[in-house]
Structures are given as structure tokens and as C-alpha cells.
């Protein structure tokens, strides 16, 4: 069965570094989104693909987050410097467009911030 | 704006039937879903109900869906072991692909 891999589980890195976590979705699966899911809370979006093109990234703090999908397939979702509030679970998930709320997740990226 | 409430934990003995409880804001969702988080794992779609249904079962699961008061329900019936995980409820936000989702409600079922 077709998964959404992610890279790395699990990342540990001090303050002030940068840090990169990468997400290969299903195979022709154009919508691709990325979670962040603070231990104890509900993931929530910080941008949606559709293809290469941003869709949504309203709530991607921008000024130390970036994420690109250059080649409309695998994405990269970076941020630089890292801080201690961005300790979470990084998840990918990707759909097919237009069936709607049917997202595939991925295992996800742990990120601690020290 | 836009928010999904739950309950925090339910406990529930092998075998009885779970209730997991979840209230929306979005009058204008198109469809409500549940989804199953195991620990150190991502999300799993278990199921969905559109907008303009009451009801829908799908084997053991069954879900609820109260308009008028914006309150979603899913029930497992013989709830087993391996059922214990986080449940999250989401709302699509109108007709678009974005999802809002509650806290999750950690399901624990003991023998």
C-alpha cells in the first residue's frame, strides 16, 4: 500500500540552528500539506501545495519558516534559526484534489529544540 | 473563527462501547471526519460524514452528526485494546480542502 514517507523520524538540534525535514507523498497525489502538532493539541496546517504552487501558507511563521515543492512531487519544509517554542511533531500529508478531507498522513518528524 | 472542541481523555473496559464527543463552529462545513493517531505515528482516516447526513455506520463505527447544535459523535462498538489511541475530530472549512481539528480525546481501554 502507497505511504507518504518522511525523513528524518527524529531530529534534535540546539537554538539558532537551522534545521530541514523532507516528505515524498503518494505517488500522483497532487495536494500536499504540512502539520505541526504541539504535544497535547491537534495538528495545524502551515501550508498547503497544489502541485508547486502555494495554495495556502497563512499560518507559516515566514519570517524562520520556508517550504518548497519545487518539482510539484517531494517537498522540503525548513526552518532557520530554530527556537524552542518549534519543539512539535512535524507531519506531511497528501491528497488527491477535490476528494476532500481524505489526507494521508505520514509517521511524521519529531523535532526537539535544546 | 474556526474551532474544533473535544473532551481530553474517556476510559472505557474491553468489550463496552466507546462515545467520543466533539462540538464545531464551522456551520458551513461540507464534511466532518474522525481520525486515529497511534503513538509516535501520523493520522489515519477511519471515517467521514457529509454535511447534509445524520447518521453513518461503518462496521463498528458509527457517527453522529447534530447540525442544529454542531456536535459530532463517533461511537465504537466493542471497543478492543488495539482501539486505544488519540481520536481527532475535523471540520473542513467550507467547501475547501483545509481541515481544522480539535484537541484529540485519548482513548485508554483496559481488560
Known amino acids: 500500500e502507497a505511504e507518504v514517507a518522511q525523513s528524518p523520524r527524529y531530529k534534535i538540534t540546539e537554538k539558532s540552528q537551522a534545521v530541514a525535514f523532507w516528505c515524498d507523498p503518494i505517488?500522483?497525489?497532487?495536494?500536499l500539506y504540512w502539520y505541526r502538532q504541539i504535544l497535547g493539541q491537534g495538528p495545524e496546517l502551515l501550508v498547503q501545495?497544489?502541485?508547486?504552487?502555494?495554495?495556502?501558507d497563512s499560518q507559516l511563521p515566514k519570517d524562520r519558516f520556508s517550504a518548497e515543492r519545487l518539482k510539484g512531487v517531494d517537498s522540503t519544509l525548513k526552518i532557520q534559526p530554530a527556537e524552542l517554542g518549534d519543539s512539535a511533531m512535524y507531519l506531511c500529508?497528501?491528497?488527491?484534489?477535490?476528494?476532500?478531507?481524505?489526507?494521508?498522513f505520514g509517521p511524521g518528524t519529531r523535532l526537539t529544540v535544546t | 473563527g474556526e474551532d474544533v472542541e473535544q473532551s481530553l481523555f474517556l476510559s472505557v473496559r474491553e468489550g463496552d462501547s466507546s462515545v467520543i464527543n466533539c462540538t464545531y463552529t464551522?456551520?458551513?462545513?461540507?464534511?466532518l471526519y474522525w481520525y486515529k493517531q497511534e503513538p509516535g505515528a501520523g493520522l489515519q482516516l477511519l471515517t467521514y460524514?457529509?454535511?447534509?447526513?445524520d447518521m453513518k455506520q461503518d462496521q463498528r463505527l458509527t457517527v453522529l452528526l447534530n447540525k442544529k447544535d454542531k456536535h459530532l459523535s463517533l461511537r465504537i462498538a466493542d471497543t478492543q485494546t488495539g482501539d486505544s489511541a488519540i481520536y481527532f475530530c475535523?471540520?473542513?472549512?467550507?467547501?475547501?480542502?483545509?481541515?481544522?481539528f480539535g484537541t484529540g480525546t485519548r482513548l485508554q481501554v483496559f481488560p
Open positions: 500529508a497528501s491528497s488527491v484534489p477535490g476528494q476532500v478531507g481524505e489526507q494521508y
Open positions: 505517488s500522483g497525489h497532487a495536494t
Open positions: 501545495f497544489q502541485d508547486e504552487s502555494v495554495v495556502d
Open positions: 464551522d456551520s458551513s462545513s461540507t464534511y
Open positions: 460524514i457529509f454535511s447534509n447526513m
Open positions: 475535523a471540520e473542513s472549512i467550507g467547501d475547501t480542502d483545509k481541515l481544522i
